[in-house]
């Protein structure tokens, strides 16, 4: 079944339609109806809004499976524009969709999960600081980019040293551009409180931005031994994939490497979001997913041992297709 995905063509983004469609169906069989926690203004605004404004049936998970298929897109893009797994093919965002659709909690709309496009779209900017002749420009996008993500959930503000730590490793070392993300981090939230604040609405602002101090950032994961059995796949592909990277890491080009470098460090940023999340790890799971997708792909992009790459997978599938219509 892999096979379909390992290329890149008009039949393989078919076939991840349908497996984001099949992937995520059990909502709508088996109904689980979270309310997201919103611990932002904008977040309550725009959902809010879709509550108020409730077009179709179901509304809300028919936006996620929308907006994690252009993810998915958006991974996929990332990996094959810049060369980060060694031939171009869908499985990147096959996988990000797989680690966005494991348990009920992650197949309705979420704040986090809208944060994450702006988090992808950060991550396809620094990747071209490397060449740049005007890195400077790349590196306000990012910053704005984080700001935009800010503005759904506070928790992203753990990322600003990963746009710091990617800037002084892809281009040489200037004071601007650590002042410049302070400058676009910021823009986003000027905006939206001069337009709460045009409306009456800066109080609201204001306290939501002191609420966002006060919280845990290294909550314990809490799952069951049964919600746990598909990281005892996951881990281990994981590992072995890395191992691969590295012992191919010396054949790829500079830019390569370093945007491979980049990725490690921004997966350690997601684990830690992981835990910073108070809702749940499940919600944390969509940033660490952006990265963990791509070295996931590595492992299954080349047909050798492919009998034990199909088991791993099919494995996979079934764990969540328990997680979803049983494990309530």
């Known amino acids: 079944m892999l096979g379909i995905f390992r290329s890149n063509t008009l039949f393989s983004i078919a076939g991840l339609v349908i497996f984001t469609i099949l992937i995520r169906f059990a909502i709508f069989i088996v109904p689980t109806p979270i309310e997201p926690e919103l611990n932002t203004p904008f977040s309550l605004l725009i959902f809010d809004w879709l509550k108020n404004h409730q077009l179709f ?12 298929f ?23 965002g096959l996988f990000y969709i797989l680690l966005n659709s494991i348990y009920p909690e992650q197949l309705q709309l979420s704040p986090q999960l809208l944060a994450n496009t702006f988090i992808i779209l950060l991550l396809n900017r620094l990747c071209y600081l490397y060449e740049s ?3 400077l420009f790349l590196v306000f996008d990012a910053s704005v980019l984080l700001g935009l993500g800010l503005l759904l959930d506070y928790d992203l503000i753990l990322y600003l040293p990963f746009i710091l730590i990617s800037v002084l ?8 551009y650590l002042l410049v993300p302070l400058f676009g981090i910021l823009l986003p939230a000027y905006f939206l409180g001069i337009a709460f604040f045009l409306f009456d609405h800066l109080n609201d602002f ?21 919600e746990g059995i598909i990281w005892l796949i996951l881990i281990p592909v994981f590992v072995f994939s890395t191992i691969e990277l590295q012992l191919n890491f010396l054949r790829n080009k500079v830019k390569t490497r370093r945007i491979q470098l980049i990725i490690l460090v921004m997966l350690l940023f997601g684990v830690v979001l992981v835990f910073a999340e108070n809702q749940g790890f ?3 799971l969509s940033f660490l997913s952006v990265t963990l997708s791509m070295i996931m792909a590595n492992y299954f992009i080349r ?9 791993l997978f099919f494995a996979m599938v079934i764990c969540i297709c328990y997680y979803q219509y049983f494990n309530h």
């Open 206 to 226: 204001i306290k939501s931005l002191e609420n966002s101090l006060t919280k845990n950032y290294f909550n314990p994961i809490g799952i069951t031994f049964v």
């Open 282 to 284: 499940v919600f944390g």
């Open 70 to 92: 252009l993810q998915g897109l958006l991974v996929n893009y990332i990996s094959s524009e810049h060369d980060i797994i060694y031939k171009g093919s869908v499985l990147p």
């Open 169 to 176: 490793y892809m281009t040489a070392f200037n004071i601007r």
């Open 133 to 135: 002749q005007r890195p």
């Open 303 to 311: 047909p050798k041992r492919k009998v034990l790459k199909d088991v």
């Open 57 to 68: 049936t179901n509304q809300n998970m028919i936006l996620a499976i929308i907006v994690v």
